[in-house]
């Protein structure tokens, strides 16, 4: 039961979280900026104002769904980021030309998370395998590898995508000081768009938040379920 309430509680806030998201940019996507640039705009701005030009943007479908490809080198911006001109469309632009200023620096942080990748990709993988045995063949899978073994399994996947949640929060927070910097310092933005920037950004960030308390919420249940298990089996 505890497992179902968690996951609950995780779902509600977290669809809570991106629907306020959703809720600002369509907001501040109405008022249009003063220098009158497009997401794509400012990004190739920002891009060529740190020296990088070796860092393609790139317009994908999809609301949202605006990401910086360290493998490809682009900056991936929706339709209404690459052709928006306002203060949600131009921070969220700069915010991923964040990304690429930290890959072209080589922040730590960032490194430490691309190096996190694989381990948390086959994290995924093994907790999908193991939950989908647990609705389908529990009675097979319990009789075959000791119950401690599995949550030992579990709390191991966990742990790295916690790890991985956490070490994502400065990766973001970062970026998006960058690109609030940039604006400012460059006029991209009045003091009226900035606040607007700001907490599109906010919000955009609370959506990672979210996921990283997920995550420690059910690494923590598994953990107790581990002592548990281990203490019944003394």
């Given at each position: 039961m505890l497992y179902w309430i968690i996951l609950g509680a995780v779902f509600?806030?977290?669809?809570?979280?991106s629907a306020r998201l959703r809720s600002k940019f369509e907001e501040y996507s109405q008022v249009g900026l003063h220098s009158g640039l497009t997401g794509k705009e400012a990004a190739e701005m920002m891009l060529k104002s740190y020296g990088i030009y070796d860092v393609q943007v790139t317009c994908v479908p999809g609301e949202l769904?605006?990401?910086y490809n360290p493998l490809e080198k682009t900056v991936n911006l929706s339709e209404s980021v690459y052709y928006g001109s306002s203060a949600a469309s131009v921070a969220v632009a700069a915010h991923e030309c964040g990304h690429a200023v930290q890959h072209a620096t080589a922040y730590s942080m960032l490194q430490f998370r691309?190096?996190?990748?694989p381990l948390q990709n086959a994290s995924a993988t093994i907790l999908n395998i193991i939950m989908l045995f647990s609705f389908v063949g529990s009675f097979m899978l319990y009789n075959t590898i000791p119950?401690?073994?599995?949550l030992w399994i579990i709390v191991g996947a966990y742990s790295i995508m916690t790890l991985f949640s956490l070490v994502t929060?400065?990766?973001e927070f970062d970026a998006s000081r960058r690109a609030l910097a940039w604006m400012t310092e460059r006029g991209i933005v009045n003091q009226q768009e900035k606040d607007m920037a700001?907490?599109?950004l906010f919000w955009a960030a609370m959506t990672y938040v979210v996921a990283a308390i997920g995550s420690l919420s059910m690494l923590?249940?598994?953990v107790f379920q581990?002592?548990?298990a281990s203490g019944d089996d003394e």
């Open positions: 509600i806030i977290s669809w809570l979280v769904t605006d990401h691309s190096a996190l990748v119950i401690h073994i599995i929060l400065p990766v700001k907490d599109a923590a249940y598994y581990l002592i548990g």
